[in-house]
């Protein structure tokens, strides 16, 4: 009898077998252009200038897609946090804290990580 995972966990494994295959396509799109240019060559006798050309294509027409997916996936995680963040204050509960959100130090607690703007301030911590 086999144990039933949790949505957490289903989550988790839904997003990295995305990521995994968002690096996959990646890949693929380089190998899959180099051994084009690499036939084109070989056929035209013109070594190595489209294996060359077609895998720098690879490149940058993979890396633009892992881009573009990897902006849609953040995007989609964004929201669903923001919206499980809601549920929790409509219900009372308070959500738990997010780990990239701003937080500003107590009055005289000088020991808090700083994020780089705050140095632009025209303020000076005393101490």
């Not at 013109?46 to 060359?52: A, H, V």
Request: negative net charge; charged residues 30%; aromatic residues 8%.
């Amino acid at each position: 009898m086999t144990k039933a995972r949790s949505d957490k966990e289903n989550e988790a494994t839904s997003a990295l077998w995305r990521i995994s295959g968002m690096g996959g396509e990646l890949a693929g799109s380089i190998v899959g252009m180099l051994f084009i240019g690499w036939l084109i060559d070989n056929w035209a006798n013109t070594s190595p200038r489209w294996t060359i050309i077609l895998s720098v294509l690879g490149l940058v027409g993979g890396g633009y897609n892992f881009a573009r997916q990897a902006v849609r996936l953040q995007r989609k995680t964004a929201r669903e946090t923001a919206e499980r963040a809601r549920v929790l204050r409509e219900r009372g509960e308070v959500p738990a804290p997010d780990l990239f959100e701003r937080t500003t130090p107590e009055e005289g607690d000088h020991d808090e990580f700083r994020w780089p703007d705050d140095f632009d301030d025209d303020r000076r911590v005393e101490g």
